[in-house]
């Protein structure tokens, strides 16, 4: 079964800017990506299933002790059982009964990660110029 292309699809279906945002070129990034996180055994899918068929998913890095959230995706169909919320909410429930000591949203500032316990924390960028 391909997991990474129904997380694409769910990626892509789940909010118009996110199908504008999946062009061709991102899709083969996405799948690079996943690919090589999979080898270095870092890639997570989180797959939650409704009658026995994927309605959201989450992609996530699992890494020293740490999980981050890199993107997610759910079928739209299911929107109304916020489904897409769901997932992440169970995935962090899951990465907890397995002993992870944090949860990282990443970057963004969407809703739904101060509704799960999200904290801001201040990124800052440096540039060193050695002349």
């Known amino acids: 079964h391909d997991n990474m292309g129904t997380f694409l699809k769910m990626f ?14 991102r899709e083969f990034f996405f799948r690079t990506m996943a690919d ?4 270095a055994k870092l890639l997570r899918l989180g797959i939650l299933d409704l009658e026995a068929l ?3 998913m989450v992609m996530c890095f699992d890494y020293n002790g740490s999980v981050y959230l890199y993107n997610s995706g759910y079928d ?11 997932s992440k909410a169970l995935y962090i429930k ?30 800052y960028s440096c540039q060193i110029a050695i002349k």
């Open 54 to 56: 994927p309605v959201a």
């Open 36 to 39: 090589a996180m999979a080898e």
């Open 12 to 25: 892509s279906e789940s909010r118009p800017e996110k199908a504008t945002f999946m062009t061709d070129q």
């Open 76 to 86: 739209s169909q299911h929107r109304s059982l916020s489904v897409g919320l769901l």
């Open 94 to 123: 899951d990465s907890i009964g397995k002993g992870r000591q944090k949860f990282d949203f990443l970057k963004g500032a969407e809703e739904y990660k101060h509704h799960l316990g999200g904290k801001e924390i201040p990124l």
